[in-house]
């Protein structure tokens, strides 16, 4: 039975050199015959034209290539803060990571961001120190700076003094202990010299303890550093033995499960889906069953059939588990869409949409031909999340770059020269206390809808969303009944009392009551729409903006003025705490001000300032007076 693929991604800061490690990957491993080059344009990954001009990744890209008797898959993410949302997606679907730091440049704000997802989803890591042939690189530094800045558990695997030379690995000595992490981090790090003398002459062979710490690492808990340059491809031959050695694949699962994780235009302008299998098999040919979670709430299913299919760049008929496709004839599939079965679309979310909203305007006469180009940006990034309201179209943004970005494909994807509004925060309403309304059969007015419903609505806990719940037997109603009240509280809870969609609440199912044959679906929706209306008023909704938690280090003697101006923002700071001679504040800002604090960070900070913001959640708004 052939072994299950490796599904790994590269992950990085901008310009730490990815894209260059992915090529070179494939180049040492005999994948391609050539070298790709970033300033060449000639990279296997970055296909975009806007991603060959600006030199960055922006979607995911995917590659393979061969280590010893092991597939591995390697995507290719984002680096850039603006689409951190799709690295996040990206990560549901890998067994591992490689997390790529330039060694001249150190680790950057967005490293820091990044590793704070990877150790909150325990993905397991290796670290790769890149560019260690320019100038300017100092890998004692770098290591030093990883286990400062990211965290202890982090293992160098080759000393500081011996990352030139391509043939000499380090094995760390770990301990199956509960202090294993610690232990190992702080050998590596203080007896690397020590540890390279035993390895070199044959005294470093304990295979338990080796075993204890690959177990460590397959668990998020440890993390082994690599040191070498993709350019010249020192340290790159221990980084594939290091993949192979101790990033685990998944076990597959029964019976058809896939996820799609990407969605690109083919040159026809059909969808072409990326999917990993994660159990059964697939081939072209089958007719298979699509699931998603609709915009109400409610799990969508249809039938599609696989018209033809990709594995590393080669026509295909059959996958199996471990496996990433490109497939073709899925019609309007979309991404986080499930084939074979629904597991897992209830966890797809891993991140939280843009708390920006950014109005989107074309030429007279175009406005359908945007309508239609931004449905299918967003189908390919689901959190964009296009809107229509009072006869203007709106999308969800992270920021300025994204924005760029989607100027520039509507121009050359679909021939159109848009504009974007200034972002504006996308506030949300949050219940306050519990509210509710009723109608019943027997008290109806002279227009009312023969139907009885009666709703109640309370908080519910933070990111729970709008969750539906009955209160009455569920064959106190025809299915289609049900189904036309609970898709109705979806729809209408996306607009509350103050215009705000509304969130973390439950609304319950407590009265119900039909007669036939007057009683009707629409009615059903009608009534409650208008009852939804009436509780969340009785029940009272705050409105609530969005914020993101942030961590800045500045130079110790730069903390009062960052403070102030975090203060003139509105943010809620922490305490300051004195790291030697840097001072490091926490704490939330609103989303709306976190572009203005980067634009006066540099100043404030005496050009050595670390700034890191991600999506932190909402809190109540206070209105500018």
């Given at each position: 039975?052939?072994?299950?693929?490796?599904?790994?991604?590269?992950?990085?800061?901008?310009?730490?050199?990815?894209?260059?490690?992915?090529?070179?990957?494939?180049?040492?491993?005999?994948?391609?015959?050539?070298?790709?080059?970033?300033?060449?344009?000639?990279?296997?990954?970055?296909?975009?034209?806007?991603?060959?001009?600006?030199?960055?990744?922006?979607?995911?890209?995917?590659?393979?290539?061969?280590?010893?008797?092991?597939?591995?898959?390697?995507?290719?993410?984002?680096?850039?803060?603006?689409?951190?949302?799709?690295?996040?997606?990206?990560?549901?679907?890998?067994?591992?990571?490689?997390?790529?730091?330039?060694?001249?440049?150190?680790?950057?704000?967005?490293?820091?961001?990044?590793?704070?997802?990877?150790?909150?989803?325990?993905?397991?890591?290796?670290?790769?120190?890149?560019?260690?042939?320019?100038?300017?690189?100092?890998?004692?530094?770098?290591?030093?700076?990883l286990?400062?800045?990211?965290s202890?558990?982090?293992?160098?695997?080759?000393?500081?003094?011996?990352?030139?030379?391509?043939?000499?690995?380090?094995?760390?000595?770990?301990?199956?202990?509960?202090?294993?992490?610690?232990?190992?981090?702080?050998?590596?790090?203080?007896r690397?010299?020590?540890?390279?003398?035993?390895y070199?002459?044959?005294?470093?062979?304990?295979?338990?303890?080796?075993?204890?710490?690959?177990?460590?690492?397959?668990?998020?808990?440890?993390?082994?550093?690599?040191?070498?340059?993709?350019?010249?491809?020192?340290?790159?031959?221990?980084?594939?033995?290091?993949?192979?050695?101790?990033?685990?694949?998944?076990?597959?699962?029964?019976?058809?499960?896939?996820?799609?994780?990407?969605?690109?235009?083919?040159?026809?302008?059909?969808?072409?889906?990326?999917?990993?299998?994660?159990?059964?098999?697939?081939?072209v040919?089958?007719?298979?069953?699509?699931f998603?979670?609709a915009?109400?709430?409610?799990?969508?299913?249809?039938?599609?059939?696989?018209?033809?299919?990709?594995?590393?760049?080669?026509?295909?008929?059959?996958?199996?588990?471990?496996?990433?496709?490109r497939?073709?004839?899925?019609?309007?599939?979309?991404?986080?869409?499930?084939?074979?079965?629904?597991?897992?679309?209830?966890?797809a979310?891993?991140?939280?949409?843009?708390?920006?909203?950014?109005v989107?305007?074309?030429?007279?006469?175009?406005?359908?031909?945007?309508?239609?180009?931004?449905?299918?940006?967003?189908?390919?990034?689901?959190?964009?999340?296009?809107?229509?309201?009072?006869?203007?179209?709106s999308?969800?943004?992270?920021?300025?770059?994204?924005?760029?970005?989607?100027?520039?494909?509507?121009?050359?994807d679909?021939?159109?020269?848009?504009?974007?509004?200034?972002?504006?925060?996308?506030?949300?309403?949050?219940?306050?206390?519990?509210?509710?309304?009723?109608?019943?059969?027997?008290?109806?007015?002279?227009?009312?809808?023969?139907?009885?419903?009666?709703?109640?609505?309370?908080?519910?806990?933070?990111?729970?969303?709008?969750?539906?719940?009955?209160?009455?037997?569920?064959?106190?109603?025809p299915?289609?009944?049900?189904?036309?009240?609970?898709?109705?509280?979806?729809r209408?809870?996306?607009?509350?009392?103050?215009?705000?969609?509304?969130?973390?609440?439950?609304?319950?199912?407590?009265?119900?009551?039909?007669?036939?044959?007057?009683?009707?679906?629409?009615?059903?929706?009608?009534?409650?729409?208008?009852?939804?209306?009436?509780a969340?008023?009785?029940?009272?909704?705050?409105?609530?903006?969005?914020?993101?938690?942030?961590?800045?280090?500045?130079?110790?003697?730069?903390?009062?003025?960052?403070?102030?101006?975090?203060a003139?923002?509105?943010?809620?700071?922490?305490?300051?705490?004195?790291?030697?001679?840097?001072?490091?504040?926490?704490?939330?800002?609103?989303?709306?001000?976190?572009?203005?604090?980067?634009?006066?960070?540099?100043?404030?900070?005496?050009?050595?300032?670390?700034?890191?913001?991600?999506?932190?959640?909402?809190?109540?708004?206070?209105?500018?007076?």
């Open positions: 039975m052939p072994e299950t693929p490796l599904n790994i991604g590269i992950l990085a800061h901008v310009d730490a050199g990815k894209t260059s490690l992915t090529e070179r990957l494939l180049f040492d491993t005999g994948a391609v015959a050539a070298l790709g080059r970033v300033d060449d344009g000639t990279t296997r990954t970055d296909t975009l034209a806007v991603e060959r001009r600006r030199g960055i990744t922006i979607s995911t890209g995917v590659v393979s290539f061969r280590a010893g008797d092991r597939t591995v898959n390697v995507i290719d993410t984002p680096g850039h803060a603006d689409f951190v949302a799709e690295v996040d997606r990206a990560l549901g679907v890998l067994d591992g990571v490689v997390l790529v730091v330039s060694a001249p440049a150190g680790v950057q704000a967005s490293t820091r961001i990044l590793w704070r997802t990877l150790r909150r989803l325990r993905v397991p890591t290796l670290v790769f120190v890149n560019k260690l042939d320019q100038a300017g690189a100092d890998p004692a530094a770098v290591l030093a700076g286990r400062k800045r990211l202890r558990a982090l293992v160098p695997m080759v000393t500081a003094e011996a990352a030139g030379r391509a043939d000499v690995v380090v094995r760390g000595r770990p301990r199956d202990a509960p202090d294993v992490v610690e232990e190992v981090a702080e050998v590596a790090a203080e690397s010299e020590e540890l390279l003398a035993d070199v002459a044959g005294r470093f062979d304990d295979a338990l303890m080796w075993q204890a710490f690959r177990q460590q690492v397959a668990a998020g808990a440890a993390c082994p550093v690599f040191l070498g340059s993709a350019v010249t491809g020192a340290g790159v031959p221990e980084l594939v033995a290091g993949i192979v050695e101790f990033l685990p694949a998944a076990a597959p699962g029964d019976g058809l499960r896939a996820t799609v994780f990407k969605v690109e235009r083919g040159r026809g302008g059909d969808r072409i889906a990326y999917a990993r299998v994660r159990g059964g098999t697939l081939q040919r089958d007719r298979v069953k699509l998603r979670r915009g109400d709430g409610t799990l969508e299913r249809s039938r599609r059939r696989v018209t033809a299919m990709t594995l590393a760049g080669r026509e295909v008929t059959r996958a199996g588990a471990g496996d990433l496709v497939l073709s004839g899925l019609g309007d599939v979309r991404v986080d869409d499930r084939l074979g079965s629904p597991d897992g679309l209830a966890d979310a891993l991140f939280p949409p843009p708390g920006l909203v950014s989107v305007t074309a030429r007279p006469g175009e406005e359908t031909r945007l309508h239609q180009a931004l449905r299918e940006l967003c189908d390919q990034d689901p959190l964009l999340g296009l809107r229509v309201g009072r006869g203007a179209l999308v969800r943004t992270y920021g300025e770059v994204q924005i760029e970005v989607l100027l520039e494909r509507l121009r050359e679909f021939g159109l020269v848009a504009r974007f509004a200034p972002p504006a925060p996308v506030h949300v309403e949050k219940p306050v206390g519990v509210g509710e309304a009723v109608q019943f059969l027997d008290r109806l007015g002279p227009t009312d809808p023969v139907v009885t419903v009666g709703l109640r609505v309370a908080p519910g806990a933070t990111g729970s969303g709008v969750r539906y719940e009955l209160a009455v037997e569920r064959g106190s109603l299915r289609a009944f049900h189904t036309a009240i609970e898709q109705t509280v979806h209408a809870a996306k607009c509350g009392p103050h215009g705000w969609e509304v969130v973390d609440c439950v609304v319950t199912l407590t009265h119900s009551g039909f007669k036939p044959p007057l009683s009707t679906a629409g009615g059903f929706r009608e009534v409650t729409a208008r009852l939804l209306s009436q969340f008023a009785r029940a009272r909704t705050r409105v609530h903006e969005p914020v993101d938690r942030f961590d800045l280090e500045v130079p110790g003697p730069a903390a009062g003025a960052a403070l102030i101006a975090l003139k923002l509105d943010a809620v700071c922490e305490p300051p705490v004195a790291d030697g001679d840097v001072a490091r504040i926490a704490g939330s800002l609103p989303a709306a001000a976190t572009a203005e604090f980067r634009r006066r960070l540099p100043a404030l900070g005496q050009g050595e300032a670390v700034f890191t913001a991600d999506p932190g959640g909402y809190r109540p708004w206070r209105p500018v007076r």
